[in-house]
Nanobody, 127 residues
Framework: QVQLVESGGGYMQAGGSLRLSCAAS????????MGWFRQAPGKEREFVAA????????AYADSVKDRFTVSRDNAKNTVYLQMNSLKPDDTAVYYC????????????????????WGQGTQVTVSA
């Protein structure tokens, strides 16, 4: 089992920045691939970013590429999502997710492939 707790959400004006954190427990952190997803009202949950076990590989949705950066600190069992140049379309509940993955890289970024989820943190961006 993996327990995930997100923090760092909040309210920001367009163009601003926020950093989300996700603390993991219950399993050796360096054995799990971490991801970030989001869900806006009335929309399906969508992939945002992911990072491999060692941090050497990352993946991003086209909508956030060059604005968001995912990173991890395996010594602190924590993954981060730095969000810059925020837009109103970034408004959503952001979820941290984890999957046990034995391969290299990240594998599939589809939500059903992630086994563990945090409770979510709200990010609201005003125009």
């Amino acid at each position: 089992q993996v327990q995930l707790v997100e923090s760092g959400g909040g309210y920001m004006q367009a163009g601003g920045s926020l950093r989300l954190s996700c603390a993991a427990s219950g399993r050796t952190f360096s054995t799990i691939v971490m991801g970030w997803f989001r869900q806006a009202p009335g929309k399906e949950r969508e992939f945002v970013a992911a990072i491999s076990r060692g941090g050497g590989s990352t993946a991003y949705a086209d909508s956030v590429k060059d604005r968001f950066t995912v990173s991890r600190d395996n010594a602190k069992n924590t993954v981060y999502l730095q969000m810059n140049s925020l837009k109103p379309d970034d408004t959503a509940v952001y979820y941290c997710a984890a999957k046990i993955y034995g391969g290299l890289g990240i594998g599939s970024t589809s939500a059903p492939n992630f086994n563990y989820w945090g409770q979510g943190t709200q990010v609201t961006v005003s125009a």
